[in-house]
């Protein structure tokens, strides 16, 4: 059971370049997410899903796109990278609406990307 | 004033020691508070989860809340140096899809 499976796990990009970020898991959850950590910023939501097919904006959606076309997978894209987007990307599933201490958020180990 | 404060620290404490590590907050239709751990370059994972203001205890964890403050405190008891990690809290309102998270807290516990 490998849980929340994030590729790749380092990447370095040129400014403009584009790139997809892959999250997948196996848990059969209905709500994914995608979050960013930076220092001194904590963890902010990007998009997130909840359910196949659907995709919604969070706190900082801009420069990013996703898509969940298949339950057990949330891509997000950059499709013109710049230096603010250097960070550390989460993925995480539930298999509910946020709040239940049953059902917590799962993270990946999350995405290092770097943007020259 | 963002939503959810957190001194990053670092703090450092010895072995057996209590940590002490709080958030507040200024959204007061927060109602559920919980506190992440993250080890290095691993994702967060869900340590404690509280609903309403008091006290909750997990083993060597208290997790408080105090709603009347906007006010929420995580006490680690006998630290241990696998302890050492980062510390997030988080709260949300029902029905909302977005945590709020603080910033995180480095906790280092020395042998």
């Known amino acids: 059971n490998a849980g929340v499976t994030q590729t790749p796990k380092f990447r370095v990009l040129k400014t403009g370049q584009s790139m997809t970020l892959l999250c997948a898991q196996d848990?059969?959850?209905?709500?994914m997410y995608w979050y960013r950590q930076d220092p001194g910023m904590g963890l902010r939501l990007i998009h997130y899903?909840?359910?196949?097919?659907?995709?919604a904006k969070g706190e900082v959606p801009d420069g990013y796109n996703v898509s969940r076309l298949k339950k057990q997978n949330f891509l997000l894209g950059l499709e013109s990278a710049a230096p603010s987007q250097t960070s550390v990307y989460f993925c995480?599933?539930?298999?509910?609406?946020?709040?239940?201490?049953?059902?917590?958020?799962?993270f990946g180990d999350g995405t290092r990307l770097s943007i020259l | 004033q963002k939503e959810v404060e957190q001194d990053p620290g670092p703090l450092s404490v010895p072995e057996g020691a209590i940590v002490s590590l709080n958030c507040t907050y200024s959204n007061s239709a927060f109602q559920y508070f919980m506190w992440y751990r993250q080890y290095s370059r691993k994702g967060p994972e869900l340590l404690m989860y509280t609903y309403s203001s008091g006290n909750k205890e997990d083993g060597r964890f208290t997790a408080q809340v105090d709603k009347s403050s906007k006010y929420i405190s995580l006490f680690i008891r006998d630290s241990q140096p696998s302890d050492s990690a980062t510390y997030l809290c988080a709260m949300i309102t029902y029905g909302n899809n977005r945590l709020a998270f603080g910033k995180g807290n480095q906790v280092v516990v020395i042998p």
């Open positions: 899903s909840v359910g196949e097919g659907t995709t």
């Open positions: 848990m059969n959850h209905e709500y």
């Open positions: 995480a599933s539930s298999i509910d609406s946020l709040p239940n201490s049953n059902q917590p958020q799962h």
